[in-house]
């Protein structure tokens, strides 16, 4: 593959929780979990730098879990743990397909992963490993959206590439209302004025302030983000 028609070199993908289980009793489906794998595989393989986001809402939700009378604070923290539960499931399917990778944790669990540190974040991306970015932000109210613009600001990535359900932002829930329009391009401002539900606010005001585009995609459809890295126009692209 010929490196100059990778349109973006450097990426940090948000993949939800959710992507990791299929629904049923377990938090985890192994028939998810390959595929997850297969799609980083291939675009490891073209030489991009990946940069990986999990969230934990196939665990936990602070917010949700806190109406059990559990304080809100530590559902987070139990939701930050989550996270770091499905880094660990994902680091290990990418592992046996021969992918090199690092996780980096925004809460200290040192004997099964490295702190996140920026500079050697930056090391071991040069080094074409892939990294997972498990812990969230560190800080309880906020969320992994979050925690991918702050991470993709800091590693220098072009683009966040936020895996979804649906194929791109709709101007309603698609998956509830048919006449739902998908937009090829939004702004920032726009999602923001509409709120509609793609990332949440702080996400989006953080990229928007640092000009950093986000790719909303449907992450079902095999070959997509390969097809996004090669520059076809899959999805919605918010920002410039
Ligand atoms: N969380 C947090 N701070 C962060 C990131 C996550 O407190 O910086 C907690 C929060 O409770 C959240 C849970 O971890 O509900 C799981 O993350 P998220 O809801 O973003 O996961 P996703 O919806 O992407 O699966």
């Known amino acids: 593959m010929e490196k100059s028609s990778i349109k973006w070199n ?16 377990s938090p985890f489906s192994s028939a998810s979990l390959n ?10 393989n073209l030489g991009v730098k990946v940069g990986v986001i999990i969230g934990g809402g196939n665990i ?5 879990l806190s109406q059990k009378g559990i304080e809100r604070t530590t559902t987070d923290y139990m939701g930050m743990l989550g996270t770091i539960i499905n880094a660990l499931a994902l680091q290990s399917m990418l592992e046996k397909k021969g992918i090199i990778t690092r996780l980096q944790t925004a809460i200290e669990v040192k004997q099964v992963a490295e702190p996140y540190i920026r500079r050697r974040a930056l090391r071991h991306l040069e080094k074409g490993r892939l990294l997972l970015f498990a812990g969230g932000t560190g800080n309880p109210y906020f969320t992994t959206d979050t925690a991918a613009a702050l991470r993709a600001l800091e590693i ?12 791109g932002v709709y101007s309603n829930d698609p998956l509830q209302d048919v006449k739902a329009k998908k937009f090829d391009k939004i702004s920032y401002e726009e999602i923001l004025r509409r709120k509609l539900k793609v990332m949440d606010a702080t996400a989006i005001s953080l990229c928007m302030e640092n000009n950093l ?24 692209r918010i920002g410039e």
């Open 10 to 25: 450097r990426i940090l993908l948000k993949i939800g929780g959710e992507s990791l289980s299929d629904k049923k009793d």
């Open 35 to 44: 595929f997850i794998a297969e799609e980083l595989v291939e675009i490891v």
């Open 60 to 64: 936990l939700r602070g917010k949700t």
């Open 156 to 167: 220098g990535a072009g683009v966040i590439l936020k895996a979804t359900k649906v194929d």
């Open 213 to 236: 585009p986000i790719i909303v995609f449907n992450f079902r459809k095999k070959g997509n983000i390969k097809k996004i890295i090669l520059g076809e126009k899959i999805g919605t």
